[in-house]
């Protein structure tokens, strides 16, 4: 068996000298810096000779990952030039530090994703990952990426790089986690794809003996190469026995020459450059990218049943508690009662007539009994003063007081009109003081004590014979033109709820998804791989799309059809309307995707403008109640339009060509333009979706 120190010797000496071979990857004057105090390159020259491997070496933090995402595209340098020989983006492999795989998926679900993102067929994809499967000594292609051990995760992620045999390889730290056997045949497997099929490797490595396979060693220290040059030969001029002594010889040189490895220290920052792409750009809509994406999400879905049944579950819960729990009367309040014209209480109103013309009769008990059948509770008090301590209490809401002689009065009262004596007209009138200190509570209250009254004094008049009319408040409201006369505020709420939540179901998922990918570094790598923003939205907004779909007709379903709230206008407007919402959430969601870098930042800023979008859209309270300035803010924001069209077609029955209609969907537009075009400029500002992790 071949020792450990022959296996690093190993050198291919058939091969041509890199210095001979045309390059495949040439940096010049290579400039990069994070901040003024962070400069990383500073002028640095490599030459990657084609058909060769190309052993990047250097301490911890020297810049080594920072020029191999220069060269992907993955970030920009400051100022210099990067070539790569005539490469697209599909004829690269890159494997980045980070993982970048899906921790849910499988093997194969994995290796698959990455394969029909470099349009590879599924034949192919089969064929290849049992291949590298056996050969990076994987688990079965079932076995999800999260039991696998770290070093097994990194092989897989080294196989994505190696899955469409690409002709370039950039690797960063593939070795990381291998064990000595695997990682020579590694290196083995490297070297035969330079030497026999003619690939170029650029490799990251800690471990600098292992390099010793390399053609070509770049030393890197202080922002620059200290060398770059064979293995052997870089050791022979050193006078040095391995690599690594080399390296420090390289290093005490640099220093003795006056070179400082100070990443503040550098003075001559040259001005910034603009650059070209390093890699050829593809097409900006593949199909087969999009496929990858709708497989992957496919996957995810697969892998995430239980928040698929909660992205199903949720708007059922939520229209269904919002039908349950708004707009509906309090029942069983509690009114403190003193009636002094019953000389036993309350328990006289079992013996006294509820119904017929009995006018000598206490009639309180009348009026109370109705009360009674809206739920009310009675609790009878011998004096006002204990019956106001109940109210202070809190065990009532309200206390009513009955004079002496009160049915006498009233019966006066009404005989006489404006004939009736004071005395009458106060002992005629029910005392009553409220706890207003719930303004719904005590509004509904008084609209029951007031509307049971006429209630009350409608049935006296009939069993009278009188004319009931004669009784009630003589304003006659007719059938309302749009709704009803007693309107519920869910129906006012209703068309909001929707819009609110079809807007922000997609907004959450999307920010979600995207950031997940961006933060684990998958979103880059399948950037490196080519695939360009809009085939990421195209993809995205089409999966979104269909589970808005399933989300709208079941909020649809519950709230217009089980909870019988008005829908009378055309329902394909409704739902037209509601699908351009549904993309303009999507949309915020890219937005709020490539701006945050965290979930925090991302909740935070979902629920910065969940709150203000609710509050100023009219959604709560009608826009004329606002303050004159916050509801012009109001008509600025991205569903209060959208809200005013939904109400308009639901409770109105308008067309698209009513202003009030069409306005809705020319801001759904204006808003899906101006997030995207926001997204766009971010990632063009930020170079990309890199992630803060
Ligand atoms: N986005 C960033 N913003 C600020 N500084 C950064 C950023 N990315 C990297 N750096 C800094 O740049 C320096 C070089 O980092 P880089 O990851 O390129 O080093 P490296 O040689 O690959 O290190 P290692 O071998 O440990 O992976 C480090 O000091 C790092 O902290």
């Not at 010797?9 to 890199?18: F, L, M, Q, V």
């Amino acid at each position: 068996m071949e020792t450990e120190e022959n296996k690093m010797t190993t050198i291919d000496t058939s091969s041509p000298s890199p210095a001979d071979r045309e390059p495949a990857i040439q940096i010049r004057k290579a400039y990069k810096r994070y901040g003024p105090q962070n400069v990383i390159l500073k002028g640095l020259d490599m030459t990657v000779p084609e058909g060769s491997i190309y052993g990047l070496l250097g301490p911890s933090g020297c810049g080594k990952t920072t020029l191999l995402s220069c060269i992907v595209g993955r970030n920009e340098l400051d100022s210099g030039e990067i070539k790569v020989k005539s490469c697209t983006r599909r004829e690269i492999g890159y494997m980045p530090q980070e993982l970048a795989i899906y921790q849910e998926f499988s093997i194969y679900e994995t290796l698959a994703y990455y394969g029909y993102l470099f349009g590879m067929t599924k034949k192919q994809i089969v064929k290849r990952s049992e291949e590298l499967l056996q050969f990076l000594e994987l688990p079965p292609k079932d076995r999800t990426v999260d039991t696998l051990s770290g070093g097994q995760q990194r092989r897989l992620s080294f196989s994505i790089a190696l899955l469409h045999d690409p002709k370039l390889l950039i690797l960063d730290e593939p070795t990381v986690g291998v064990d000595p056997v695997l990682s020579h045949s590694i290196w083995q497997h490297l070297v035969m794809m330079t030497t026999q099929q003619h690939k170029t490797v650029i490799i990251t490595t800690h471990y600098i003996e292992e390099a010793r396979q390399a053609h070509t060693i770049g030393l890197m220290r202080g922002g620059i190469l200290l060398a770059e040059e064979p293995p052997l030969q870089l050791i022979m001029r050193n006078n040095s026995s391995n690599l690594e002594q080399a390296f420090l010889e390289l290093s005490k040189k640099q220093s003795a020459n006056g070179f400082d490895d100070d990443n503040s220290e550098f003075k001559d920052y040259p001005p910034k450059t603009e650059q070209k792409p390093t890699l050829k750009s593809d097409s900006l809509l593949t199909p087969c990218r999009v496929r990858a994406q709708l497989a992957k999400t496919m996957y995810w879905m697969q892998r995430n049943l239980a928040i698929m049944a909660f992205l199903i579950v949720l708007p059922i819960v939520q229209c269904v508690l919002f039908n349950l729990t708004i707009g509906r009367d309090p029942l069983n309040l509690h009114l403190a009662i003193v009636d002094e014209e019953l000389e036993n209480g309350l328990a006289d109103c079992d013996k006294l007539p509820l119904h017929g013309c009995y006018i000598d009769l206490p009639l309180s008990c009348r009026y109370l009994d109705l009360l009674k059948q809206k739920t009310i509770k009675m609790i009878e008090f011998e004096d006002i003063e204990s019956a106001k301590h109940a109210v202070v209490k809190n065990d009532a809401w309200g206390l009513l007081y009955f004079s002496t002689n009160y049915s006498e009065c009233l019966m006066q009262r009404l005989n006489y009109s404006h004939r009736a004596t004071d005395e009458a007209l106060d002992w005629s009138e029910i005392s009553i003081w409220m706890d207003m200190s719930n303004q719904y509570i005590g509004n509904l209250l008084k609209r029951d004590l007031i509307f049971t009254f006429i209630d009350f004094l409608k049935s006296i008049y009939s069993d009278c014979g009188w004319p009931p009319r004669a009784a009630g408040v003589p304003i006659d409201l007719r059938e309302a033109v749009y709704g009803h006369n007693n309107p519920s505020f869910v129906h006012f709420t209703a068309p909001a709820i929707i819009g609110l939540f079809v807007f922000y179901l997609p907004m959450m998922f999307t920010v979600g998804a995207i950031l997940m990918e961006k933060r684990s570094g998958i979103l880059e790598r399948t950037r490196v791989a080519g695939m360009t923003m809009i085939e990421l939205m195209t993809s995205h907004i089409f999966v979104q799309f269909l589970l808005l779909a399933l989300q709208t007709a079941i909020m649809m379903v519950i709230l217009f059809v089980i909870f019988d709230n008005p829908l009378v206008g055309s329902i394909s407007l409704a739902l037209a309307l509601l699908a351009l919402v549904g993309v303009n959430g999507m949309c915020y969601g890219f937005m709020c995707a490539v701006i945050c870098d965290s979930e925090i930042a991302a909740t935070l800023m979902g629920l910065g403008s969940f709150f203000p979008l609710v509050l100023l859209s009219g959604m709560v309270w009608p826009m004329e109640g606002m303050h004159y300035v916050l509801r012009w803010m109001g008509w600025l924001l991205p569903l209060t339009l959208s809200t005013e069209s939904f109400r308009a077609i639901s409770a109105r029955d308008w067309p698209f060509s009513h202003p009030s209609v069409w306005r809705g969907f020319v801001s759904q537009v204006f808003w899906i333009i101006y997030f995207l075009f926001v997204t766009f400029v971010i990632v063009k500002l930020k170079k990309g979706l890199r992630g803060a992790a």
